[in-house]
């Protein structure tokens, strides 16, 4: 045991070698010493990194604890000898010890440190030998300056201001902190979770600047600014180990609750929080993963998108199934299909719009019951790196406001990705395109839109038109973060619409590893409406172009730790207007948008 104990300690005792330090001399003394006695005990450094109380209640003294000298039944908090091999441990940096410190692996630790072990990452369990809580604490910061066609209504700002879109010039600014409570069991290094409980709590603080009146707000007294702020129960769910069908930890698993799914590769059909019931698990040794869920959609906060504790009256059921290395080895192909049941009421958003039914038309309440038929693929073949999704999708849009009447739903979408690595570069090549209707009278819908789409795609967040919204007359004619010319209301608490335009986008793109630090992307996008006849009907105008625009976009991350602890992101986008464009809102002038936003990450 003498021997066990001094190798532990870092003096390699079995081969006769000699303690390498005075210190280290004087700890062998003192171990030896007490372990002559029938009762002896062992002095030594407690656990490492911040380990919290164990659950066998033993008491720790200027982290050295005195115990009888047999083995301890918390396996994870087994104290440990002084090391400091080359005499650099930091003496008292509580959240870089182990940063600072050189190579000194035997460090203590501080519960604000999140780079040694910690109790409150995991990293040692709170009860029993195998049940952990994670504390994860995530603050997102975006500042964000914007020019947007914005209609200046009954009340400019301007004395004169008689078109409908006047100066768009817009602040936006928004402070999210969200906090997250994982609570479970299980080794989860070989195997899933036996069963988690997540709680995330999140608050948000929006501010809006712009110089046109009549759009924060129906109440043209508020004036040209808003500011907000809500707590709100982001996410709150159990997940279950229900069992395993394999000797290879192929497993099926539920989640109940309130859960993020992304229902495929790029999110073009449904990429949200909801409250519903997933069961999910793989196969074939982990080749084979599948999902059958349903969810019950939330209401949500106008200006924050956060999820509300009510409910609409819209269901969404999801079942895909992805397989790995099909045909080619380092390729993923999915099918899927959803089901969207939207029967939603009238409903006002936070700023007094009307947000259900659709400003547009006729003005009905809308029922859906749509069916999307999907494959989609994400991988590489060879030194090609692909991804791709086509989607169909049918059914009953019940008395569309634009076309008046109930019609069939009858559109598909097409999106393809290609790009190659070559070494720190990845040049890219995408098309998609969402098909429009060309008769909104004939009761049949051809547009295609998604169910609630935040897609990753053509430049995501820091493009132009992914990541604006464009208003136009009581709708948005396409909604931020979205891909798709809907002539819907903004997609956070609005429906879909199968009587649209539809959209082409052409992008080209490069992505940067710049330093292990710093990446980069420039995207250039080109923008068409698949179908005019929509948005003639819509506007009462003939012979409006097809080409609504182009835009140049580039984006800079920094992670100054070379992890995701810390990330400052910045971008800028510039977008000129096509003749689609000019006809529809009146102006040429170049649009832009830039924004910088820091991730801090606990």
């Not at 040692?124 to 066609?149: C, K, N």
């Not at 464009?470 to 396409?478: A, E, T, Y």
């Amino acid at each position: 045991m003498a021997t066990a104990g001094l190798a532990a300690g870092g003096v390699s005792a079995q081969s006769g070698g000699e303690p390498e330090t005075t210190e280290e001399a004087k700890a062998v003394s003192e171990v030896g010493a007490a372990l002559d006695g029938p009762t002896a005990t062992v002095p030594e450094l407690g656990p490492l990194g911040f380990a919290g109380r164990g659950p066998y209640d033993l008491t720790w003294v200027n982290r050295v604890v005195e115990r009888p000298t047999v083995a301890l039944p918390d396996r994870w908090r087994i104290g440990w000898q002084p090391w400091d091999r080359y005499g650099r441990q930091a003496p008292s940096d509580p959240l870089l010890m182990n940063v600072t410190g050189g190579d000194s692996p035997y460090t203590l630790g501080n519960p604000l440190n999140p780079y040694d072990r910690n109790v409150l990452k995991g990293d040692y369990p709170i009860a029993g030998d195998d049940v952990f809580l994670t504390v994860t604490a995530v603050s997102d910061t975006l500042a964000q300056w914007r020019e947007l066609p914005t209609p200046s209504g009954v009340s400019a700002s301007n004395p004169g201001s008689f078109d409908f879109f006047r100066d768009g010039e817009q602040f936006f600014f928004s402070q999210t902190a969200l906090l997250s409570f994982d609570l479970f069991q299980g080794a989860t290094a070989f195997r899933p979770v036996d069963w988690l409980l997540r709680v995330s709590p999140a608050f948000n603080f929006n501010y809006l600047e712009l110089e046109e009146r009549n759009i924060t707000s129906t109440d043209v007294r508020e004036g040209r600014t808003r500011d907000d702020s809500h707590a709100l129960l982001q996410e709150a769910f159990l997940e279950a180990h229900l069992g395993d069908v394999s000797p290879n930890f192929d497993f099926v698993a539920t989640k109940v609750g309130r859960q993020l799914f992304v229902s495929d590769f790029r999110g073009f059909i449904f990429n949200d929080v909801s409250d519903g019931v997933r069961l999910f698990g793989n196969a074939a040794s982990n080749r084979v993963q599948w999902n059958l869920a349903g969810f019950i959609s939330p209401e949500k906060d106008t200006n924050s998108e956060l999820n509300e504790l009510n409910w609409r009256d819209q269901m969404v059921v999801v079942g895909n199934v992805y397989v790995q290395d099909f045909i080619w080895q380092g390729y993923t192909t999915q099918f899927s299909v959803h089901w969207n049941h939207d029967r939603s009421d009238q409903t006002y958003d936070d700023n007094g719009f009307l947000a259900r039914p659709a400003l547009a038309g006729s003005v009905t309440l809308q029922d859906i019951d749509a069916v999307y038929l999907g494959w989609a693929g994400d991988g590489h073949i060879d030194r090609l790196n692909v991804s791709h999704a086509m989607y169909y999708v049918t059914g009953k849009d019940g008395s569309n406001p634009i076309a008046g009447r109930d019609v069939d739903i009858s559109a598909f979408l097409g999106a393809v990705e290609f790009s190659v690595d070559m070494d720190w570069l990845r040049p890219k090549v995408s098309f998609m395109y969402a098909s429009g209707d060309d008769d909104p009278t004939d009761g049949t819908g051809g547009g295609f839109d998604g169910i609630f789409d935040n897609p990753t795609f053509a430049g995501g967040a820091s493009s132009f038109f992914v990541g604006q919204g464009f208003r136009l007359f009581g709708v948005n004619l396409s909604s931020a973060k979205s891909l798709y010319n809907d002539l819907a209301a903004p997609k956070a608490e609005g429906q879909s619409n199968s009587v649209n335009p539809g959209t082409i986008l052409l992008n080209v793109g490069l992505d940067m590893e710049l330093t292990p630090k710093l990446r980069a992307s420039i995207n250039a996008n080109s923008v068409w409406f698949a179908q005019m006849e929509t948005l003639e009907l819509f506007l009462n105008q003939n012979d409006i172009g097809s080409h609504f625009g182009c835009e140049v976009n580039a984006l800079v991350q920094w992670r100054p730790f070379l992890n995701n602890n810390i990330i400052l992101t910045g971008g800028v986008s510039g977008f000129l207007p096509g003749e689609g464009f000019e006809d529809i809102y009146g102006e040429d002038n170049m649009l832009y948008q830039g924004f910088i936003g820091l991730t801090l990450v606990y």
